[in-house]
């Protein structure tokens, strides 16, 4: 234990995820020893996401107006929307530069020992989206992991009656996984090996 | 297979600890407490990645200390290898083979092959079928290592599909969350596909193996129980529906037919399922059934009787497990204590041809003069070698 504001920083920064109370230490002194401009930068970085990140009002994505700028960019397919579980993987599929269509995020997946159900995530928007009949593709490329797949039958599921091509990436990801870990080569071969699930 | 060192930190009641080993007998002897059983169960995890009598890894760590170190060096024909096993008191353990670490530590599994014996083998007769299952599950994992997955996956699913069953009763799920039996069966049917297709994935293997193992234990009980007292017999039955023994179909095609009739199973179970949130179909209430001369052992075998199908069990996964490779390492953990004059003469002619037995007993006395070898003294966690023959 140390006094006082040191010990509060830890505190703060040991509740970060990844970060155990050996890291925050060293975090907290590393920042200590550091000019005081930079941890002012880093400071102002913090409270400028807080006031002016929002969710995207249409797929959920983190964006800095209503809506965020895959939803806002009309270059991108309308076809064809990707679920994901987290705005991060957003990040991992974007860096494989491959797909042109948009993304809906679900915040997380399916998964009762953690007292999460559809009605926690956000597939009543998802169907909603789907509505207009505008998409023809959903690519469902929620975490290899079992809640994953679960939550992946689960909308592929709602989705069949209305006709719409309903995919996953399969092929390569590693089993039990998460899915921003994925390289870039083998998410890229993943998302070209789609395949169509059936129900 | 054999080993050529163990070495031990913080492990259990050692502090440090390195013994050279040999192939053949070595016999590790000394009072009860002083460590005999600590330094077997270490070669144990080593193999499974898992103690045989403790479930959690916590008690495994020397008191005080926050992180046990293993390391087993193995001696195959074809080459050698160095299984380091680090136990981490609140952080994920790590494993390194030939000083590269594993990034998934499950990956070891099959380096080293052990079969253990042990005084607590007697549950795998007298307990619950849930001992029973762990022993099948144990053995399939060591006959091919890709079945740790699948196992872990079955219980994952079965996990979270108790969990969402839990949440239809009056108590709610886990999280205390409530929710309406409507709600509940609109999920269950994704869960439903999903431990139907794990686990026939493990009844099938589990069945296959139990055809495997039959002939091993019924030769291995008449060895071990002496002459005409059986005949033992292993059988495996599912919890629901009968079993399918087609044995013309090809692997896929029987794991197919298995998850067809496992997820009707589950729809015919699930109202009561919903009412007791309970999971009540799949291979985690399957049975290994054993019986003597007609009799299940359970409840009818006597003393002796249990000893020897328990042996058997062990005997016949040995065999089993070297047929056309190498022989795991036996390990016999204070078991001549427990037996009679005439089964300890006969187990130890079973298995004294092994390439590598590790042997403990209080007693030196106990063990036959047929398993005669290296001879150390275990004693407050330090180990002397015994000059000459035990
Ligand atoms: N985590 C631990 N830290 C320190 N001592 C331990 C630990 N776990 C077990 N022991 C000690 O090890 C002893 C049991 O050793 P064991 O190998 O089972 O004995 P035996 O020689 O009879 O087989 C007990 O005295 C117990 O107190
Ligand atoms: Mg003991
Ligand atoms: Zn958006």
Known sequence: MYEGVIQHLIDELGRLPGVGPKGAQRIAFHLLATDPDDVRRLAAALIEMTERVRFCKTCGNVAEAEQCRICLDTRRDPAVLCVVEEPKDIAAVEKIREFRGRYHVLGGAISPIDGIGPDDLRVRELMARLADGAVTELILATDPNLEGEATATYIARLVKPMGIRVTRPASGLPVGGDLEYADEVTLGRAFEGRRLLDV | ?390
């Open chain 2, 1 to 390: 297979m054999h080993l050529t060192r163990l070495a031990l930190t913080d492990f259990r009641s050692y502090t440090e600890a390195d013994v050279p080993l040999k192939p053949g007998v070595t016999i590790f002897s000394g009072p009860n407490g002083e460590g005999k059983t600590n330094l077997v169960e270490a070669v144990g995890y080593a193999a499974t990645m898992a103690s045989h009598r403790a479930a959690q890894d916590a008690p495994l760590i020397r008191k005080g200390a926050d992180q046990a170190i293993i390391r087993a060096a193995i001696s195959t024909g074809v080459h050698d290898a160095l299984v380091e096993i680090e136990l981490n008191a609140g952080r994920a353990n790590r494993v390194r083979l030939n000083r590269t670490p594993l990034t998934r530590p499950r990956d070891v599994l099959g380096v080293l092959r052990t079969v253990l014996f042990a005084p607590e083998d007697l549950a795998l007769v007298k307990g619950d079928p849930g001992e029973r299952r762990r022993f099948l599950d144990d053995l399939l994992v060591a006959m091919a290592p890709r079945y740790a997955a699948v196992r872990a996956d079955y219980d994952r699913v079965v996990k979270q599909r108790t969990a969402l069953l839990k949440s239809a009763g009056p108590k709610g799920g886990p999280k205390g969350n409530r929710q309406s039996r409507e709600a509940v069966t609109a999920t269950l049917d994704v869960w439903d596909a999903h431990l139907a297709r794990a686990g026939a994935e493990l009844l099938v293997a589990r069945e296959h193996l139990v055809n495997s193992l039959r002939p091993h234990v019924e030769r291995s009980y008449t060895a071990v129980a002496g002459g005409d007292r059986g005949p033992a017999a292993i059988a495996y039955r599912r919890s629901f529906g009968s079993p399918v023994d087609n044995f013309a179909a090809t692997h896929g095609e029987r794991v197919r037919a298995a998850a067809r009739a496992l997820r009707e199973a589950l729809l015919e179970v699930r109202a009561s399922e919903l009412d007791r949130g309970v999971c009540l179909a799949g291979p985690h209430r399957d049975e290994l059934e054993l019986s003597v001369r007609d009799l299940p052992a359970r409840g009818y075998a006597s003393h002796g009787e249990s000893w020897s199908m328990a042996l058997a069990l062990r005997l016949a996964s040995f065999d089993l497990l070297r047929a056309g490779r190498e022989d795991p390492v036996l390990i016999l953990d204070d078991v001549f204590a427990e037996l009679d004059e005439g089964r300890r003469d006969r187990l130890a002619a079973l298995v004294a041809a092994a390439e590598q037995v590790l042997v403990t007993a209080a007693v030196p006395d106990d063990i036959p003069r047929l398993l005669a070898g290296v001879h150390f003294k275990v004693s407050a966690g330090t180990l002397t070698e015994v000059p000459g023959a035990p």
